[in-house]
């Protein structure tokens, strides 16, 4: 590919030309033959590509307007059980050869350790299906422009109490990707990222409330409409004007789809390679055990078309699978790379970088149907701090949301803590909402769990 930049829009964008899959490829196999004249035994590469436009407004001014891109060459080398990693932004010839000389200097100088080295060869993808995760969106600065403004127009428009914004955004992203090893895996993919999002302050007697929202897709046509975008975001600043504190009590707690991925979150970090073989989780040696009631399962989808979260393989070229990370209630998996995986005298579950399309099937209908099976306690919307312990299971998170009563939302509130155990969480699921969030690499719906500790004033 050449380094220039080539061509122009309508906006007068500069914008470069998007390498090919082959290019990526020719530029691996390069890195892995420089590996092996240097004398590493093994060798990985990735290389990936980037490029997008991005734009915010706020209070219908442009305040960014930004073409990006980006490329980086990394490499692994391995030589008697010890290993060197090193990467770069550059291309040339003698760009790769310092980088791939400096993973094999520091490979001289780290530990040997028998657990590092490539993913086992039976474990590798032997085929690279289509996902369809590759939608460019022929996006020009005026357009993202004038889609920014519409969404924020339409949240300043919900009501007179929306009187400030933070800004709408729109955002494009498209990227390519490669990745070798030198016992012969090849893989490519390309992928792109679409968004548009928006946040308006409400104010009311004094006191202000944030609202934000926002649509991500891999299609630009699987995006919500800029208004409903901004409309959604107004509305959510407006409806917590007039929160208040609530007196401590232990109630049941509904968990919106936004915020309730992260208890399926921190339950992929309890299970992850890391944490297991350190001892640093609070459900090391569960493996087998029942964790959930017996109608949750929770699965990992790694090929569905079109999803965020989807990949034909992991980060070591393993190949990725549908499986159950719980099933009955029974913790049924772990989630490995192949260091973890050797650590633990395991198998790779093909998770290096992450989990893939995780999702809890639901047993309920959606948020208001989940509001009326809650009767009275506290809807969550909103989670603050990061008082979550791995290794204890101990929960305690800033939160705001709404108070429920008989069945129907009563009044927002804020500045409150939620706490519990990780354990208890878990054990006291009592439904998983249809009303799916799937922006990411864990989809879920609302949570409801039977019971937790409120604390206010």
């Known amino acids: 590919m050449s380094d220039q930049l080539l061509g122009a829009n309508d906006g007068g964008l500069v914008v470069a030309e998007l390498p090919s899959a082959g290019e990526l490829e020719a530029l691996v196999e390069r890195t892995l033959r420089e590996a092996a004249r240097l004398g590493a035994e093994a060798a990985e590469a990735a290389v990936s590509f980037g490029q997008g436009l991005s734009v915010s407004v706020r209070m219908g001014e442009v ?51 028998p657990c590092a080295g490539l993913a086992d060869p039976d474990r ?32 300043l428009a919900v009501s007179p109490e929306v009187r400030n914004s933070e800004g709408a955004g729109v955002g494009s992203v498209r990227s390519l990707a490669c990745y070798g090893t030198s016992h012969g895996f090849r893989g490519a993919w390309s992928g792109t990222r679409h968004s548009l999002s928006c946040g308006v302050v409400a104010e009311r007697g004094g ?34 004007l007039g929160a208040r504190r609530l007196t401590t009590a232990r ?76 099933a009955a209630g029974e913790l049924r998996g772990y989630v490995l790379d192949s260091y973890s995986a050797r650590r633990l005298g395991m198998q790779t579950t093909g998770n290096a970088g992450g989990v893939h399309n995780l999702e809890i099937e639901p047993n309920a209908g959606d948020q208001a149907a989940l509001i009326r099976q809650l009767g009275r306690g506290l809807l969550v919307t909103q989670l603050m701090g990061q008082g979550v312990n791995l290794v204890t299971g101990d929960y305690s998170r800033g939160a705001g949301g709404f108070w429920v009563e008989d069945g129907e939302l009563a009044y927002p509130v804020d500045e409150i803590t939620i706490a519990g155990r990780l354990q208890d969480l878990f054990a006291g699921l009592a439904a998983a909402g249809n009303d799916l969030d799937a922006r990411g690499s864990i989809r879920c719906g609302s949570l409801l769990v039977e019971q937790m500790m409120v604390a206010g004033d």
Request: glycine content about 8%; charged content about 25%; some cysteine.
């Open 124 to 155: 590798l993808a032997r085929e690279i299906p289509d996902l369809e995760l590759d939608w460019p969106w022929p996006l020009s600065p005026q357009s993202a422009i004038e889609l920014a403004r519409r969404c924020e127009a339409a949240a």
């Open 207 to 240: 006191a202000m409330q944030r609202g934000h929202w926002a649509s991500i897709a891999r299609q630009a046509a699987a995006l919500e409409g800029a208004e409903a975008v901004g409309e959604r975001a107004g509305r959510r600043a407006v409806a917590r």
């Open 63 to 113: 305040e960014t307007l930004e073409h990006h891109r980006s490329r980086s060459l990394a490499v692994t080398v391995y030589s008697g059980g010890r290993q060197g990693s090193a990467s770069t932004s550059a291309w040339d010839q003698s760009a790769l050869a310092e980088t791939v000389a400096a993973a094999v200097e520091i490979a001289r100088h780290t530990q040997e350790d």
């Open 251 to 326: 109630v049941p707690v509904l968990f919106a789809p936004e915020v309730a991925r992260s208890l399926l979150g921190h339950l992929v970090g309890a299970v992850s390679g890391g944490a297991l073989y350190r001892g640093a989780s609070f459900l090391r040696d569960r493996l087998g055990q029942r964790l959930f009631p017996t109608w949750v399962r929770i699965h990992e989808q790694p090929h569905l078309p079109r999803a965020l979260g989807s990949a034909p393989f992991d980060g070591e070229g393993v190949a990725t699978r549908a499986r159950d990370l719980v």
